[in-house]
């Protein structure tokens, strides 16, 4: 795995934890920028993973 996707992951862990713990104290704005994070590490990853892909150089085949 790259840098990119430890730290894709890292902000889905870590929007995970501050949802549940902006649950757990009743703070709205730590748990709103938890699901930010969440959905953020996930859309990025996304973007990343389908520009490599269209970016990606086929080999050519000689007959």
Known sequence: ??????????????????FLYGANVFNAVVGWVGVYFFFGGILVFLVLYIYGELTKKEEVQNP
């Open 1 to 18: 795995m790259s840098r990119i996707d430890w730290a894709c992951l890292g902000a889905v862990i870590l929007g995970f934890v501050l």
